[in-house]
T-cell receptor, first 114, second 112 residues
Framework: DTEVTQTPKHLVMGMTNKKSLKCEQH?????MYWYKQKAKKPPELMFV???????INESVPSRFSPECPNSSLLNLHLHALQPEDSALYLC?????????????FGPGTRLLVL | QKEVEQDPGPLSVPEGAIVSLNCTYS??????FMWYRQYSRKGPELLMY????GNKEDGRFTAQVDKSSKYISLFIRDSQPSDSATYLC????????????FGGGTRLMVKP
C-alpha cells in the first residue's frame, strides 16, 4: 500500500477563517512533507517532518502552521490566509527522509481563499 | 538560470507515437532522478526512479540519465490517450537532505 490520503479534497475559506488540512499514511514512513503547488507550476516545498520533528521550514509565513501528532498523521493549520494562498496543497511521505528515498504524494487539497 | 530546466510544452502527439521528455540540470551533485506523472487536479504519481547514470525500463517507460551531459530523459513507447498528463522530473543529492528539486513540468497530450 503506497497510499497517502488527504482531507478535505476541496476547501473554500475566507481570509478570517481558521481551517486545517489533514494527511495520513500507513506505510510506516517517518518523513512527511507539505508542498504548495500553483497552477502550471511544480510543487514547492513548505515543511518537512522527520521522526515527528520539524526539520525543514522553507521560510513559510506564520499563517501556515504545521503539526505532526504522530508518525502517521500530518496537519497544516491555516489562519488569516490571503487570496494568493489559493493553490493545491500536497502532502508526501518517504521512508526516513534520506535523499535517495522516493517521496509518495497524496491527491492534494485544492484550497480557494476568498 | 533555473537549477532544473524542462520544456513546458504542450507536446501533442498521435496515439502510438514514441514520446521523449527531457530535463537538463546544472547541479553536478544530483544523484537521484525521478519522473512523476501528474494528471489535472491530482497529486504527482511516481513513474520512474533512477540512481546515477544509466537506463531503467518499466513496461512502456524508459528513463535515461546522462550525468556527463547533465541530461535526463523519459521515453514513452506506444503512447496512449491515458498518458496525457504533466510530467515532472525531480532530482536530489546527498547534500540537500530530503529536498527534491523539480523541473517545471511538460504537459503531454496524446490524441486518439
Amino acid at each position: 500500500d503506497t497510499e497517502v490520503t488527504q482531507t478535505p479534497k476541496h476547501l473554500v475559506m475566507g481570509m478570517t477563517n481558521k481551517k486545517s488540512l489533514k494527511c495520513e499514511q500507513h506505510m510506516g514512513h517517518r518523513a512527511m512533507y507539505w508542498y504548495k503547488q500553483k497552477a502550471k507550476k511544480p510543487p514547492e516545498l513548505m515543511f518537512v517532518y522527520s521522526y515527528e520533528k520539524l526539520s525543514i521550514n522553507e521560510s513559510v509565513p506564520s499563517r501556515f502552521s504545521p503539526e505532526c501528532p504522530n508518525s502517521s498523521l500530518l496537519n497544516l493549520h491555516l489562519h488569516a490566509l490571503q487570496p494568493e494562498d489559493s493553490a493545491l496543497y500536497l502532502c508526501a511521505s518517504s521512508q526516513d527522509g534520506h535523499p535517495q528515498e522516493t517521496q509518495y504524494f497524496g491527491p492534494g487539497t485544492r484550497l480557494l481563499v476568498l | 538560470q533555473k537549477e532544473v530546466e524542462q520544456d513546458p510544452g504542450p507536446l501533442s502527439v498521435p496515439e502510438g507515437a514514441i514520446v521523449s521528455l527531457n530535463c537538463t540540470y546544472s547541479n553536478s551533485a544530483f544523484q537521484y532522478f525521478m519522473w512523476y506523472r501528474q494528471y489535472s487536479r491530482k497529486g504527482p504519481e511516481l513513474l520512474m526512479y533512477t540512481y546515477s547514470s544509466g537506463n531503467k525500463e518499466d513496461g512502456r517507460f524508459t528513463a535515461q540519465v546522462d550525468k556527463s551531459s547533465k541530461y535526463i530523459s523519459l521515453f514513452i513507447r506506444d503512447s496512449q490517450p491515458s498518458d496525457s498528463a504533466t510530467y515532472l522530473c525531480a532530482m536530489s543529492d546527498n547534500n540537500a537532505g530530503n529536498m527534491l528539486t523539480f523541473g517545471g513540468g511538460t504537459r503531454l497530450m496524446v490524441k486518439p
